[in-house]
C-alpha cells in the first residue's frame, strides 16, 4: 500500500498549476460522481468539495501527485455519500431514494444529445442509446467495482496509481477490475455490434 | 500495464464522448465551483472567526460552572436537610426512649402520685 507509486514525468504533464489540473479534470470527475450518484447537483456537490479539500491540503503537492490525490478524496466523498444514503434509506424506507425516479437523472435534456458534429443523426442516436445503457450498467456495479473500472478504463490510470488512489492493495485492484469488466460484458453483451 | 481490449476501448471512447457532452450550465456550474476551490487557497485565514469561536467557548465553560456550582449547592442543601432530617429522627428516638424509660421504670411514681401531693401538703401545713 504504501509502496512509491511510480507517477507520469512532469513534461508529459498537460498541466502544471493547481488551477490547470482542475480544468483538466473537472469534467471527467463530474461525470463520474454523476455516474455514482445518479444525481446531477449532488455530484456538482461532491466535485466542489473534492477540488475545495485538494486546494486546501495538498496545492503545495507536485503536479503528478495531483491526480491520485484528487480521485482518492473524490472516492471517499462518494463512499460517504453511499453510507449516508444507506442511512437515510434505511430510516425513511417509504421514501426510499432511487436516482432512476428521482427525476434528476440526468436532467438536462442536451446531455442526451450525445456525439460529434462529424456523426450522422442515426449514429448518434445509437451512441446516446449505448451510453445510456453504459451508465445503467456501470451504477449496477458494487462501489469498489466501479472505482476500479472508472479509473482504469476511464481515466487510464496504472494499477499502482489506481490502488494508491482507492486505498487498496494492487491484487485488490486488479480483482475488482476484473469483475468490473465481467459483469459489463455480460451485462452489455450486444454492446458496439451496432 | 496489459493492452486494452476492443471491448475496454468502445467503452473508453463512449465515456469520453460522455464528457464531450457535458452542458453548458454544467460547465459553467464547474467553473464557479473551481473558482471558489481556488479562492479560498489566496484567503488568508479566517481571522474574524476567533472571536465567535472565543464567545463560544467562554459560553460553554460558563454553561458547566453554573451547572455545577448548581448541582453542589443542590448537594448542600440535600445534605443540610438530610442532617436535619437524622437530627429530628434521633431527637424523636431519644424521646421515644425517654418515654419508654418513664413507662418501664417511674410507673410507680404516677400511681403513687396523688399520696405524694397530699404527702407535701400535710408537711408544709403541719397538720394532717
Known sequence: MDKPVTLAAVSDMPYRTIEEF??????????MAR?????????LDIVQDSMY???????????????????RIL???LTDYYRRKAVRDKLFVWSKSRPDID??????PTDKAIGRHSETPDEMMMRGQRIERLNDSVQQLPNRQ??????????????????????ISEGSVKTHYSRAMHTLRDMLEDYRHD | MTRPTKFEHHLKQ???????????PEIFRLAQARNHALAQAHKPRARFLWPAFGASFASALLVVVLFNGQSGSEIGIESKSETIVENS???ESINDEELIYIDDDNIDLYEDLDFYYWLAETDWDGTS
Open chain 1, 75 to 77: 472516492n471517499s466523498k
Open chain 1, 22 to 31: 482542475l480544468k483538466f479534470i473537472e469534467r471527467r470527475a463530474f461525470h
Open chain 2, 14 to 24: 463512449d465515456l469520453l464522448a460522455t464528457e464531450e457532452a457535458t452542458s453548458a
Open chain 1, 103 to 108: 427525476g434528476d437523472k440526468f436532467a438536462d
Open chain 1, 146 to 167: 466501479r472505482q476500479a473500472f472508472m479509473l482504469r478504463c476511464w481515466e487510464g490510470l496504472s494499477t499502482i496509481e489506481t490502488a494508491a488512489a482507492m486505498k
Open chain 1, 35 to 43: 455516474m455514482g450518484t445518479g444525481h446531477t447537483d449532488t455530484a
Open chain 1, 53 to 71: 479539500k485538494l486546494v486546501e491540503k495538498y496545492s503545495a503537492k507536485t503536479a503528478p501527485e495531483w491526480k491520485p490525490l484528487f480521485y
Open chain 2, 89 to 91: 429522627l434521633a431527637n
